[in-house]
């Protein structure tokens, strides 16, 4: 199994869910600018985008997307309970992973950390943050986590939000989202993919 990645992109989450199952695989970096590996070769024939992550399974196909290779994560080892089992919670999971993709990731944190993007643009993401920030801030009033316990979905939502400071977002407006963050980067797997992408992340720079 190999993962294409890009250092602190979004791919950090399926990174984090290897590491909770304990399973190996072969990390391959991406320059996301020039759309090239490391040695030089094209990825466009790995992702007609360019756009990580990529996850090559040993069954011989590709899978693209968070939405679709978090879940393949989790059903591949279901010893580390990365997702649940019954319909309900399964759905509800998927209704969060739903939620980080759209509403955070790409609605909120990319036109903010887009370099070309108009100051309109930015303005117009900026506001979405109180809604869909908010929206977390209320769920974890009452919840440690997405779902019962740790899933994708966690690992998912925690390495959007690592983003929030370069986005000029400021979590302490949402003091429970911000703890709830906190706290899963104290997670084993989190802070290791983390130190590792960082120090990748920096060495790129």
Not at 29 to 35: A, E, I, M, R
Request: charged fraction near 20%; include cysteine; glycine fraction near 4%.
């Amino acid at each position: 199994m190999k993962l294409y990645f890009s250092p602190l992109a979004c791919s950090l989450a399926t990174r984090i869910a290897l590491y909770e199952a304990g399973a190996e695989a072969d990390y391959i970096q991406v320059d996301t600018k020039s759309k090239k590996l490391q040695d030089g070769a094209d990825f466009y024939p790995v992702s007609a985008l360019g756009q990580v992550p990529v996850l090559h399974t040993d069954d011989g196909y590709l899978l693209t997307e968070n939405t679709a290779i978090l879940p393949y994560v989790a059903d591949l080892f279901p010893q580390a309970q990365l997702a649940p089992t019954d319909r309900p919670q399964r759905a509800r999971m998927q209704q969060w992973l739903g939620f980080v993709s759209t509403e955070l990731h790409k609605a909120l944190f990319v036109p903010l950390l887009d370099a070309h993007a108009a100051d309109a643009v930015k303005a117009y993401a900026r506001d979405k943050a109180a809604s869909r920030l908010g929206l977390l801030e209320n769920h974890f009033a009452s919840h440690e986590f997405l779902l019962d316990r740790f899933s994708v979905a966690d690992a998912y939502l925690a390495t959007v939000l690592n983003w929030a400071a370069y986005g000029g977002i400021d979590l302490a407006q949402w003091p429970r989202l911000k703890e709830y963050h906190g706290r899963q980067l104290q997670r084993p797997s989190m802070a290791k993919a983390l130190a590792e992408e960082l120090a990748l992340y920096r060495a790129q720079s």
